[in-house]
T-cell receptor, first 113, second 113 residues
């Protein structure tokens, strides 16, 4: 593994459920990212945190809510999702914001019924 | 606007043959360019990057890429493909002083024995 872990690896939820995705990086990095990966589409950057402050919110619907309690942990809180939100959600970290190599977790495969 | 294109959805090559995965980009200013690989059920893994200097960049697993400023390309190459190279490959670009790394849609590489 790359030093970035994500839990759970798979998640199935109904449209009325509330769930959270967790990401943890053990690399001492300063920046953390959430991406959405859908089939045959480019990776979509959702949120970026640098030193626990949100620096980017890419017009993501409010049913996705990020949280970064410290520089090692990043959460993505989910509520009232839609079936089109089904995708692989990837967390990444880098030493410095954007300009540095990003290290990715294995992802959470989310299915919304 | 910053963008990256991977013109081929899929590349097929026989084991032992050379492989090329194409990437072209559009940025203002000088680009940072990256290649990542994604194996099934895994997150993206960094392969190599170009920041400045020699146009030929060598990376992990015997891969290399050539930065061509006049053609705005950064094609990924390997002299002799292995079956284990079969995976999804992503090109990414960031302009210097920029704020966001943009990923291509990915190219699936199949290497046949």
């Amino acid at each position: 593994e790359t030093g970035v872990t994500q839990t759970p690896r798979h998640l199935v939820m109904g449209m009325t459920n509330k769930k959270s995705l967790k990401c943890e990086q053990h690399l001492g990095h300063n920046a953390m990212y959430w991406y959405k990966q859908s089939a045959k589409k480019p990776l979509e950057l959702m949120f970026v945190y640098s030193l626990e402050e949100r620096v980017e919110n890419n017009s993501v619907p409010s049913r996705f809510s990020p949280e970064c309690p410290n520089s090692s942990h990043l959460f993505l809180h989910l509520h009232t999702l839609q079936p089109e939100d089904s995708a692989l959600y990837l967390c990444a970290s880098s030493q410095e914001l954007f300009t540095d190599t990003q290290y990715f977790g294995p992802g959470t495969r989310l299915t919304v019924l | 606007a910053q963008s990256v294109a991977q013109p081929e959805d899929q590349v097929n090559v026989a084991e032992g043959n050379p492989l090329t995965v194409k990437c072209t980009y559009s940025v203002s200013g000088n680009p940072y360019l990256f290649w990542y690989v994604q194996y099934p059920n895994r997150g993206l893994q960094f392969l190599l990057k170009y920041i400045t200097g020699d146009n030929l960049v060598k990376g992990s697993y015997g891969f290399e890429a050539e930065f061509n400023k006049s053609q705005t390309s950064f094609h990924l190459k390997k002299p002799s493909a292995l079956v284990s190279d079969s995976a999804l490959y992503f090109c990414a670009v960031l302009n210097t002083g920029g704020f966001k790394t943009i990923f291509g849609a990915g190219t699936r590489l199949f290497v046949k024995a």
